[in-house]
């Protein structure tokens, strides 16, 4: 039997008469680190093929807009929280104190014009005081006892706190400077480019001094999960093979015993890509297969030529 093999590779060991072979390639998903939003790189913590930790710090951007934010979004925080608290115990000692003492002034402005007043009438039954200046007298004490409730009622409304629609205002005004807050917070956060997951930094493409930005990613990585078998199945072989199937592949210089589990099979059929075709395979129509490495303890790279071992015709 002849083994159809991409490239230059001949794995004449891994052939075998009675079980066909499909040839495919080390396929890598990367992921590319961006920011959320444009911004200058300002330091790199990285360096390309280094090997990096979830979390791990890879760059930190220009954050000074966003510090400049934050501190007035904090600035507003404590405005709303202070108006709150003022709104919610009333009016401020200072004017407490001058109406108490409104009030203990016009007690006793009451409190001399009914002596006035008992003094008056007193005089009035012994016929030494008129009738106009009893009636003088009562109005003094009528006035006083008036100017008094008025105080009484005044130092009442500022010892309460303010309308409920009010206080409901300013606990609406907090929350929402509390949650801009947070808001810059989180973009000052964003700022510094954490790794998502393990793997290795498969490149650069941008350096302190570049824009960075949603479709301008820092760097991209390759995770340790992040690297799966792409073959392709002939015709003769594809009603063999399943989703779940695991099979066994090769490469050059690679350890003996490697398999795969099949996690994709296409179900439309094309001719051979150019990427893998010999003279003897390009004009025939095979299916693409995918397949998730078993481990990821593996020294396995992407773009590497592999040979896959499929099912026998006879299981």
Same mark, same amino acid.
């Given at each position: ?6 490239f230059i590779a001949a ?70 929280? &202070?108006?709150?608290?003022? $709104?919610?115990?009333? =009016? +401020?000692?200072?004017? %407490? @104190?001058? *109406?108490? #003492? /409104? !009030? ?37 004490r009528d006035i006083a ?7 009484? &009622?005044?130092?009442?409304? $500022?010892?309460?706190? =303010? +309308?409920?629609?009010? %206080? @409901?205002? *300013?606990? #609406? /005004? !907090? ?53 799966? $078998? ?8 594809? @009603? ?36 893998i075709y010999s003279l ?19 020294? $396995? ?15």
């Amino acid at each position: 039997m002849l083994c159809s093999i991409a490239f230059i590779a001949a794995f004449l060991s891994f052939c075998e008469a009675d079980q066909p072979l499909a040839v495919g390639y080390i396929e890598g998903e990367y992921v590319l680190v961006a920011p959320i939003e444009t911004a200058r790189v300002e330091r790199l913590a990285i360096e390309r093929g280094q090997r990096v930790e979830a979390g791990m710090l890879l760059a930190e951007l220009d954050d000074r807009d966003l510090n400049i934010l934050s501190a007035q979004a904090q600035a507003s925080v404590a405005r709303a929280r &202070a108006e709150l608290s003022d $709104l919610s115990q009333g =009016a +401020r000692d200072a004017e %407490i @104190a001058v *109406a108490e #003492a /409104a !009030v203990q002034s016009a007690l006793a402005d009451f409190e001399e014009a009914e002596r006035e007043l008992v003094r008056v009438q007193g005089l009035f039954v012994r016929n030494v005081s008129t009738q106009a200046q009893l009636d003088q007298a009562a109005s003094k004490r009528d006035i006083a006892q008036a100017r008094l409730s008025e105080s009484e &009622a005044r130092l009442q409304v $500022l010892r309460l706190p =303010a +309308r409920q629609d009010r %206080i @409901a205002a *300013a606990e #609406a /005004a !907090v929350a929402e400077a509390t949650g801009t807050l947070d808001l810059m917070e989180w973009r000052l956060s964003q700022r510094r480019l954490q790794a998502e997951v393990a793997g290795t930094v498969a490149d650069i493409y941008r350096f302190p001094g570049d824009l960075a930005g949603p479709q301008a990613p820092v760097l991209s990585i390759l995770p340790d999960t992040g690297i799966k $078998l792409r073959f392709y199945v002939p015709e003769s072989a594809y @009603a063999l093979l399943k989703v779940g199937d695991s099979v066994a592949f090769a490469c050059d210089n690679c350890p003996d015993g490697l398999k795969a589990t099949v996690s994709y099979l296409a179900t439309s059929p094309e001719f051979t890509p150019p990427v893998i075709y010999s003279l003897d395979t390009r004009q025939k129509l095979v299916y693409l297969a995918e397949a998730l490495i078993a481990g990821s303890d593996t020294d $396995l790279k992407p773009g590497q030529i592999i040979d896959v071992r499929l099912p026998e015709a006879s299981r």
